[in-house]
């Protein structure tokens, strides 16, 4: 089992920036995958940025230029750094990594922070 807490979440006005933290309970080398997924109310959730292993990031087209995954291997913590802040930000933000044990990945999820950017 892989837990994982996020923190970082609160108000903030559209241009601000927020930094999102996931500290997992393994050690993050050991993680495939670890990653940012956002959701509304209503809607499918999306991914928002990935980080593998290897250090190779993925972005959303939307967040591309404005926010940054990185990690410390050390804290077994993985960050977001949100910049330029829009009110369409505005999500519960989730922390996901991918485990793979015995060549089967599994997916684990933390329990959600919220980002709310206002106008």
């Known amino acids: 089992q892989v837990q994982l807490v996020e923190s970082g979440g609160g108000l903030v006005q559209a241009g601000g920036s927020l930094r999102l933290s996931c500290a997992a309970s393994?050690?993050?080398?050991?993680?495939?995958?670890t990653g940012w997924y956002r959701q509304a109310p209503g809607k499918q959730r999306e991914l928002v940025a990935s980080?593998?292993?290897?250090?190779?990031?993925n972005y959303a087209d939307s967040v591309k230029g404005r926010f940054t995954i990185s990690r410390d291997n050390a804290k077994n913590t993985v960050y977001l750094q949100m910049n330029s802040l829009k009110p369409e930000d505005t999500d519960v933000y989730y922390c996901?990594?991918?485990?793979?044990?015995?060549?089967?990945?599994?997916?684990?999820w933390g329990q959600g922070t919220q980002v709310t950017v206002s106008s």
């Open positions: 980080i593998t292993s290897a250090g190779s990031t």
């Open positions: 393994i050690s993050i080398s050991s993680l495939s995958t």
């Open positions: 996901n990594a991918v485990w793979v044990v015995g060549g089967l990945p599994r997916g684990y």
